[in-house]
């Protein structure tokens, strides 16, 4: 064969190979060239202004019970013991929280998805409010304000929390913390609210009024929150236990136990605190009210440094900031309306930082499409230490004004054991406890912009690389 024909039969050889290659990489699946190239904001703007409104009157009417449970101890409304109605709040809280892998199964199934399941809550919460007003029994209260309105609480959170990042990337975590400060300001509002018409109008007419404006603005701002779940390839997997085989997500799974342990027992005991130091009602509703509004405030400076400092660096600081506001000043020098007033601002930004940076840890550490699944197990292991929380805080309660101690050292140590994780989970590799360290492949430890591409790109294999 001359060197002609050896050269023909080697580019033949070349071009076959390449021809196999062009329809190899054909069969791979790619990103559609018809869907717009995602821009940062926009109507994701509104997105994030529909969900501050829905957790304005989801977890701000919640952060209300503070009051509700003050008025319920100092006048004994169902005649039960104050454990009885410290696991109201609780209640409430936990069934939230386990509704969610309802909620995420509900957002995934085509007919129902994103504002219906939001909606179906709304339902639930205004049924609660109505219940509430004709309670007359513990178990009608724990029935109407306990579940009815935590579950429809939960409905709505949890199909609502993983939409805000979604819109955004470079401002991920100053978007959801904008988001979550609704709770904030809407615990400010209600907080005085509530005070003032139990003290005009009652009981229960201030649940009926409740009622109402629930409905009327939470299902206004339903119908402008809108996802991008088919665009990113989201994946809705109420269950997915194979996240519990990552270090990392034990390690988030911890701080977040241990962090809304400390949370509740300070959201709900406050104002009951406030009446214990000697403060009459309205200015321990003030403090209450201070403090929520200090986390409305708050929660989105934490979200624009995270951005820039470090989401697991502002989270972790946060928490040890609060335990250490709760073991020296809450504990030994609140004694004075001055003094609650300077706790609750000081101590309102840090308290919640769990729920300002959730969302944006969780694409950190699972990726951005499995962020429902994350957060649907995240709610399931919250459930126990959400039930018993305040219930815990009221039963270290002692006589007198010093009977909060016990639950005030409880609480500071609950965030500094907080921050021992999130300090682990900041670098997983070297500072996980041996039993933590499990031999896990690589590709775990992928970075975030990597784990997006996947995500975005590549739905089939990024299903295959976290089975």
Known sequence: MSESDKELDNSIGRTENV?????NTAQVPQPNSETPEFKEGGFGWAVIFAVFIL????????SSYAVFLAYYLKTNTFE?????????GGLSISIALLASPLATTLVGWKRCGTRWTIFLGVIFETIGFLGSSFAYELWHILLSQGISFGFGMGLCFVASAAVPPQWFTKRRSFANAIAASGSGFGGLCYSLAANAMIASIGLPWTFRVLAVICFVVNGTAT????????????????????LFKRPSFL??????VLSIIGYIIIVFSIVAYCQAVGLSASQASLVGALFNLAQGVGRPIIGLSSDSVGRLNVANLCTLFCGLLCLFLWTFGARTLAACIIFALLSGPAAGVMWATIAPICAEVVGLALIPSALSMT???LVLPATFAEVIGLSLRRPGSWGFLHAQLFTAFMYIGAFVFGTCKRAPQSFAPPFLLLPLP????????????LCVHNISSQKELFA
């Open 19 to 23: 021809s196999s290659t062009v329809e």
């Open 55 to 62: 957790n304005a009157h989801t977890w701000g009417l919640n």
């Open 80 to 88: 039960a013991s104050p454990l009885a109605y410290a696991f109201i």
């Open 223 to 242: 119908f402008f929150i809108r996802d991008r779940n088919r665009d990113i390839g989201s994946v809705h997997l109420a269950f997915d236990w194979k």
């Open 251 to 256: 390690l988030l799974e911890g701080w977040m």
């Open 379 to 381: 709610w399931l292991v």
């Open 442 to 453: 690589p590709h775990f430890y992928l970075p975030l912009s990597q784990m997006n591409g």
